[in-house]
């Protein structure tokens, strides 16, 4: 969902002009204040003594063509260490604390690396049949609107619920984490081209108060400068559609189509319990998405589970282990219309565990939500070290998320009282803007997401209307800007879902990002650079002829093998592809970290539906917050709230966008051992030819 989306939407030129807000803020301004700290801390100690010391290394710089001798013995060593410590990671996301780390570090070594190997071992081993079925379900399980997933044959809880709740499939989860794929191929023969941007007004990124964004100097090293094989600077293509598109008014047709109404797409955040689920659970039942009888059936089967209080989250937690636990897991996605706007609704799971998916969510959202409870030690809790209050805001807004309203939830809890209320939105409006956000962008509503107050219609309650004479939530929702969709560009969707469908050929899922598809369309899918038809587009499960950036679709596809697609895969226009690669240059803001990045640090690389394991291979230098010039070249070790230009290597080919030519494709997020560590933008990216 989409991260910039609303600059996405916006005007591109407009988002240089907010850069000047961010740019404003720079050093004390510095967005991740010291109290700050802890949340993003992560931490060695916990790691096999093999991680636990920072790399011994020489931090020489390589040349371009030391780049050939990567796989050299010597440094073969660390690149398996971050293997397997990459797969430990996958492997606790999915695991937690059941499942001894020596037991997994043993199951990795022995699937060569291999993580699905590896779980199924220990899944095995373990002989733990619920657990083992719950996390295999989480890793396969596609909750697609319709048809079963290729991976699984779960069924959806029969719903009256009139809302379709579709599930957005974990990032990553359901892509293979295996390393199958051998690391640069054609880059070690110096085989590739370097795509980056050019020339200081080509707009640098730089990332300033958890923030990333453009600014006008450029602070690229010298080593962008294109190499001979620069003219094929993208995959080719494997053959060009004989159907020549045939064009039309997208602008146009999107207007008619929508009646007028704009396409909003709305990621809910914020701390677990803080309400969000309810809040929206009972937004949807007010609106009339839920009838009165599926409300009743949830109330009663809410009571007899012993969890009345949740009646209207179940309207949202709509797995049967997200009921059990009381949390959301996975994003749940809805759709539903105010005056102006139609929304399609994404429920972020606020439970750490699965900022994961949190982040796959907000990765598609035009604007957020975010949730706090403002119970007395409740807000404090969501909001002090450990809380996701913070993380959720930085994530979002890091992801390119400009607009936010705050629901100052629970406000029952605390009788309305105004003081509360102004010691929340003062606390979090210190935050947002050190964050990023404009102060104009942000709105705080108070609200009871359980007695159903202030959500559809202002709130009578008298202790609130003494001092609250403001917009109740969806005249909030309504009020949002709309963003621009990049309906100009060439297409690019990401798949967030793959699933076989009755029929001939089989359906992926996933927002379109760029550009538009119809019926007929050649399409090509990065990787693995195959083509195939869009036989059929189905857009909120109704067919529709085409689909423009902005819509969450369905597409039908044929003359191609289901295997060949996973989570992740980009597909695209044919005579303008995406760029795929496993080794890019990216400019990173890095978060609270109690120990330094150093050259050889594996991560998790968190970008549009994948998450895929990486290394950052070289860092090149650290930048200056607000003008991005070069302070300090080759530096040894990157510590919290430093800006660098960085090197990443991923162990699979990643389809991906330069941040200049596709903010929606160009951003990603950096996670290690559970936290998240940077956000970045993508300035260069190495193509094998
Ligand atoms: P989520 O984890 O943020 O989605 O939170 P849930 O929606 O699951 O709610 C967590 C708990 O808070 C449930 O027991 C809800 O009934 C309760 N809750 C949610 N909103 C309110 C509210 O406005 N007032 C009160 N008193 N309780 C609420």
Redesign the pocket.
């Given at each position: 969902m989409s991260r910039h989306r609303n600059v996405r939407g916006y005007n591109y030129d407009e988002d240089f002009e907010e850069d000047d807000l961010y740019g404003q803020s720079v050093e004390d301004d510095y967005c991740i204040s010291p109290s700050t700290a802890a949340q993003f801390i992560y931490s060695r100690r916990d790691k096999p003594s093999a991680f636990a010391e920072p790399l011994q290394e020489e931090y020489a710089y390589e040349d371009a063509e030391e780049h050939a001798n990567f796989t050299s013995n010597h440094q073969l060593a660390e690149v398996d260490q971050a293997r397997l410590q990459s797969c430990l990671d996958h492997m606790k996301e999915l695991l937690g604390d059941s499942v001894p780390e020596q037991v997994m570090v043993e199951a990795v070594l022995n699937s060569k690396f291999d993580v699905q190997k590896a779980l199924d071992i220990v899944l095995t081993e373990n002989s733990k049949q619920n657990m083992k079925t719950k996390n295999e379900e989480a890793v396969t399980t596609v909750k697609a609107s319709k048809g079963k997933t290729r991976d699984s044959q779960s069924t959806r809880i029969e719903s009256e619920v009139v809302p379709k709740v579709t599930k957005m499939t974990v990032s990553g989860k359901k892509r293979s984490t295996g390393f199958e794929v051998p690391c640069v191929g054609a880059e070690e023969n110096g085989q590739y081209a370097i795509i980056s941007q050019k020339g200081p007004s080509s707009g640098d990124a730089s990332i300033t108060s958890g923030a990333i964004e453009m600014v006008s100097k450029s602070a690229l090293p010298s080593q962008t400068t294109l190499m001979p094989e620069e003219q094929s600077t993208a995959p080719t293509p494997i053959k060009k559609s004989s159907k020549t598109k045939q064009q039309i008014d997208v602008k146009a047709e999107l207007e008619k189509r929508q009646g007028g109404k704009q396409l909003l797409n709305l990621v809910?955040i914020?701390?677990?319990?803080?309400?969000?689920?309810?809040?929206?659970?009972?937004l949807l039942y007010l609106l009339g998405n839920v009838n009165k009888r599926t409300m009743h059936k949830y109330e009663q089967e809410s009571k007899k589970a012993g969890?009345?209080?949740?009646?209207?989250?179940w309207v949202?937690?709509e797995t049967g282990e997200e009921r059990e636990r009381?949390?959301?897991m996975d994003v749940g996605m809805t759709k539903f219309e105010t005056k102006t706007k139609v929304i399609t609704l994404m429920?972020a799971?606020?439970?750490k565990d699965f900022i994961p998916n949190m982040i796959t969510g907000a990765a598609k959202a035009d604007v957020a939500i975010l949730?706090v409870?403002a119970?007395r030690g409740e807000f404090e809790a969501g909001f002090e070290t450990g809380g996701q209050t913070r993380e959720h805001g930085l994530l979002v807004r890091s992801l390119g998320v400009t607009q936010l309203s705050v629901a100052v939830?629970?406000?029952?809890?605390v009788n309305w009282q105004q003081e509360r209320f102004q010691e929340i939105t003062s606390k979090l409006g210190q935050f947002l803007r050190q964050a990023g956000f404009k102060e104009s962008d942000v709105a705080y509503i108070p609200?009871?997401?359980?007695?159903g107050?202030n959500l559809v219609t202002r709130c009578q309650t008298s202790e609130l209307t003494e001092w609250y004479k403001g917009k109740c939530l969806l005249e909030q929702i309504d009020s949002f800007k709309p963003p621009q969709r990049s309906v100009d560009k060439p297409f690019r969707l990401c798949v967030s879902d793959v699933f076989k469908d009755q029929g001939s050929g089989f359906c992926v899922t996933g927002k379109i990002e760029a550009g538009y598809v119809k019926v007929g369309d050649r399409l090509l899918a990065m990787p693995p650079n195959e083509t195939c038809t869009a036989k059929g587009i189905a857009l909120h499960d109704e067919p529709v002829d085409w689909a423009a950036a902005g819509d969450h679709v369905s597409l039908t596809l044929t003359g191609m093998d289901i295997i060949k697609i996973n989570v992740g895969c980009v597909f695209c226009d044919l005579k303008e592809p995406i760029k795929v690669c496993t080794r890019f240059r990216a400019r990173v803001l890095i978060f609270n970290i109690d120990l330094p990045i150093t050259k050889g640090f594996p991560v998790l690389l968190h970008y549009q539906t994948v998450s895929e394991p990486a290394t950052i291979r070289r860092l090149l230098s650290v930048l200056h917050k607000s003008t991005g010039e070069v302070t300090k070249k080759k530096p040894k070790l990157l510590t919290k709230g430093q800006n660098a230009l960085i090197e990443l290597q991923t162990q699979r080919p990643i389809a991906l966008e330069l941040y200049k030519d596709f903010k929606e494709l160009g951003r990603f997020m950096l996670r290690y051992s559970g936290s998240t560590i940077a956000a970045g933008v993508i300035t260069e990216v190495w193509c094998p030819l």
């Open positions: 809910v914020g701390h677990v319990d803080a309400g969000k689920s309810t809040l929206m659970g009972h969890k009345a209080s949740f009646a209207y989250a949202l937690d009381g949390v959301t429920d799971p606020g439970h949730v409870d119970s939830n629970k406000m029952d809890q609200t009871s997401g359980l007695g107050e």
